[in-house]
């Protein structure tokens, strides 16, 4: 079965950018529907960003303005660029992917984004 596995996150002061990574382990990676989503101590898990296999994008009216989602199929790979950070964007981002065939879905591991001075 696929699996996903985030990396690229880490400390950064407020106002910084990260660059969030996911890379599929098998090139069915072009079949799957993509999102990152985050999840803050204490809060429930809540998605950021998605981007279709078709490479159709959407953010949630919250995460609009700061946060790009983009995928590389030839890479197996999609990326979450983050921009003007604050410290509310401190949690875990997790990657998700989800075979718009088959109905396949599943979760990397996550990474932790921390924004503090």
């Known amino acids: 079965q696929v699996q996903f596995v985030e990396s690229g996150g880490g400390l950064v002061q407020p106002g910084g950018s990260l660059r969030l990574t996911c890379v599929a382990s098998?090139?069915?990676?072009?079949?799957?529907?993509m999102a990152w989503y985050r999840q803050a101590p204490g809060k429930e898990r809540e998605l950021v960003a998605q981007?279709?296999?078709?490479?159709?994008?959407t953010y949630p009216d919250s995460m609009k303005g700061r946060f790009a989602i983009s995928r590389d199929n030839a890479k197996n790979t999609v990326y979450l660029q983050m921009n003007s950070l604050k410290p509310e964007d401190t949690a875990v981002y997790y990657c998700?992917?989800?075979?718009?065939?088959?109905?396949?879905?599943?979760w990397g591991p996550g990474t932790q984004v921390t924004v503090s001075s």
């Open positions: 998700n992917g989800k075979n718009y065939r088959s109905n396949y879905k599943a």
């Open positions: 098998e090139n069915i990676f072009t079949l799957f529907n």
């Open positions: 981007v279709t296999h078709d490479n159709r994008v």
